[in-house]
């Protein structure tokens, strides 16, 4: 098993929300098998789904893997019938992604406010609201993910197994 102390997590996603006034927020699930985006009307609710290929960066690379992403994406935005700047927030949770190197992709296509992060990233801040908790994928691969009360951060995941 393979532990690091720490993984990418941008302090947006434990002290802000989205924006008071949005009505709309993404999130993308992407793996290595297909990606999936679901935009929420936070004032219907409904919910607009698009579909893309493979978006993990070890399994295609970079640029099929922000391809997909982007694809799926706008299918969801044009089934909402809004464009990426009506979103509070987008959040793109994908296996396989602890380098900046997709973020850094995926703001050249779209804005700095679409978070980029590890898919157990997302799973914690989802299940915990950034706060102290754990979270596990077991699945393709199998990754845990916590934070403590102090902050401190830890990860562990099978070795041999894209982290």
């Known amino acids: 098993m393979k532990r690091e102390p720490l993984v990418q997590l941008p302090d947006v996603l434990t002290r802000a929300q989205a924006h008071s006034d949005a009505r709309f927020v993404m999130g993308v699930d992407g793996g290595a098998t297909k990606t999936l985006a679901a935009v929420l009307d936070l004032q219907g609710p409904a919910l607009y789904l698009g579909h893309g290929g493979p978006s993990n960066e070890d399994a295609v690379g970079a640029e099929a893997a922000v391809r997909a992403l982007m694809d799926a994406a706008e299918q969801a935005l044009e089934q909402a019938g ?40 997302a799973a914690w801040a989802t299940a915990t609201g950034g706060g102290p908790g754990v979270a596990v994928i077991s699945g393709t691969g199998s990754n845990v993910f916590g934070v403590g009360g102090t902050g401190t951060q830890t990860r562990a995941w099978r070795a041999g197994e894209n982290p």
């Open 82 to 121: 809004i464009d990426a700047g009506e979103l509070g927030a987008a959040v793109l949770a994908i296996a396989g992604t602890d380098t900046e190197d997709l973020a850094r992709h995926v703001r050249s296509a779209q804005t700095d406010a679409w978070i980029v992060v590890n898919d157990v990233v």
